[in-house]
């Protein structure tokens, strides 16, 4: 149990859609979170925002946890974990798919807590300021845009919408004719920024052999489709359960989705809110420039969950010690 004289380390496992992230970080003794090792892999056994394959599942996420504690020198038996697998409540949101955590049994970890991946980026990127005045977070990650609310210091809402950006990459994909993988490349580009009518761009064929020029626009007016789809969404939920112009704290957007050029202008004309800002995680000592990026903001909020979880437990038992010593 870590005290706090003491550093100690915590691990955190983050269960996308599309990836999962596994986090080593060394927690000092004021509370501060540290992250010494970091490590990827692509999900599989996860369709549609549920468990299809326990086994295959396991395996990525040991390659991921792996590769994290490698880098940090560091072995984990247990973790925290964040997942868009996790139905989302805003009273109750520890209904867990059994396979998530039997997956993660398989690939010899205990789990400490699982919560809604949403809960985790608030940690990362929202103030309490924030929470208290009003604001909506938006977490728009590969299949899944989870949205969170949070008012008066408290969770006053959450819900999820199974579209996210790699909606936007198979879009292209389909729309020019050509790869996934070319249909990201040119969906991080070009975003939603309008260019001049003669501006183009460079495709791959789908075997990759042949390259052939399309209106840079053209590629834009795919993107801005499936944007719009989004925040369309987005508006329809929020409206039906707030007055929005009362939420001071206005809207923050983080995950993957929010690294789209120019979404903080289109999410503004959008969604008519106070303002509009990028949530990028809280600074905690990263050995790594691109990791502070909106795109780990639930995996570095885990680990700052669990160092606030594991403070206030490690407090109660001193609490607890206390009590006890006066009668010994």
């Excluded at 590769?67 to 949101?93: F, H, N």
């Excluded at 809604?116 to 208290?132: C, F, G, M, R, W």
């Excluded at 590629?219 to 112009?245: C, G, M, P, T």
């Excluded at 106070?274 to 909020?301: L, R």
């Amino acid at each position: 149990m870590p005290g706090l004289a003491r550093r100690y380390y915590i691990g955190g496992l983050d269960i996308g859609t599309t990836k999962i992230v596994a986090v080593v970080a060394e927690i000092s003794p004021s509370g501060c979170a540290v992250v010494k090792g970091l490590g990827e892999s692509t999900t599989i056994g996860i369709r549609k925002g549920s468990v299809t394959d326990s086994v295959s599942l396991s395996k990525v996420i040991e390659q991921a946890v792996k590769e994290s504690q490698d880098m940090a020198g560091v072995k984990m038996d247990s973790v925290y974990v964040a997942s868009q697998v996790v139905r989302q409540l805003t009273d109750q949101y520890n209904i867990v798919d059994e396979k998530l955590t039997e997956s993660i049994k398989m690939a010899g970890l205990e789990v400490e807590e699982i919560v809604p991946a949403i809960i985790a980026s608030a940690h990362a990127v929202l103030t309490d300021t924030q929470k208290n005045i009003g604001t909506v977070l938006v977490d728009i990650g590969g299949s899944i845009t989870d949205i969170a609310v949070f008012d008066q210091g408290l969770l006053k809402y959450t819900v999820a919408l199974n579209v996210g950006c790699d909606h936007i990459s198979s879009d292209l994909a389909v729309c020019l004719r050509t790869s996934i993988s070319e249909g990201e490349r040119i969906k991080r580009m070009v975003g939603l920024e309008k260019t001049e009518p003669q501006s183009y761009l460079e495709v791959s064929s789908l075997g990759g052999h042949e390259k052939r020029k399309v209106p840079t626009n053209t590629a834009i007016d795919i993107i801005h489709s499936r944007v719009q789809e989004i925040f369309e969404l987005i508006h329809k939920e929020l409206n039906h359960q707030f007055r929005l112009k009362a939420l001071a704290g206005g809207l923050v957007l983080t995950g993957g989705g929010a690294l789209l050029r120019n979404i903080v202008k289109y999410a503004n004309l959008q969604l008519n809110l106070s303002k509009v800002e990028i949530g990028i995680p809280a600074k905690m000592g990263v050995p790594k420039e691109e990791w502070n990026s909106p795109t780990y903001a639930s995996s570095f909020g885990l680990v700052m969950y669990g160092a606030q979880r594991s403070s206030r437990r490690s407090e109660r038992l001193s609490g607890w010690r206390e009590v006890i010593n006066k009668f010994i």
